[in-house]
Structure formats: C-alpha cells, structure tokens
C-alpha cells in the first residue's frame, strides 16, 4: 500500500468518527449496529492507524448515518 492510500484510509477513519459523532454515537453503538467490534472502530477511526475497510463495511456505517457512501469517500487533497 503506498502513502497515498495510507492517507485515504486515514480519511475514511476520520470522516466515519465525524459522522458518528455528529449522529450522538459511541464507538460502542456504532459497532452494534454494523455487527463489528468496538475495537474494529476504534482501529478505523484512529489517525495513526491504517485499517482497510471493505465496501459492505463502508455501505453499512453510512446506511447507519443516513449518509450516500460517497461522502465517506470524499477525500481532501493528498
């Protein structure tokens, strides 16, 4: 995996914390709804941490936000 992936990684984590945040969830509730563990998320939101997530994972958590996935994918200049 080269840096540039490394960093949208980062940004996926940061942007699924965002989002769980804005929605009033823990770590915790966020894992339940999505059949993960709370570790999993808190490996996924860490920023010094690189923690792929599949497209089943990333559709549900944005399922869990009302969000489109692609908002999750939306990444800043790299």
Do not use: C, H, W
């Amino acid at each position: 995996m080269d840096d540039t992936d490394k960093k949208r990684y980062i940004q996926i984590g940061l942007k699924i914390a965002y989002y769980r945040k804005l929605n009033g969830l823990t770590q915790e509730e966020l894992a339940e709804k999505i059949n993960r563990s709370a570790g999993f998320i808190g490996q996924v939101e860490a920023p010094n941490i690189v923690a792929p997530v599949s497209l089943d994972t990333l559709f549900s958590i944005a399922d869990v936000f009302g969000i489109q996935p692609y908002k999750l994918l939306l990444f800043d200049d790299i």
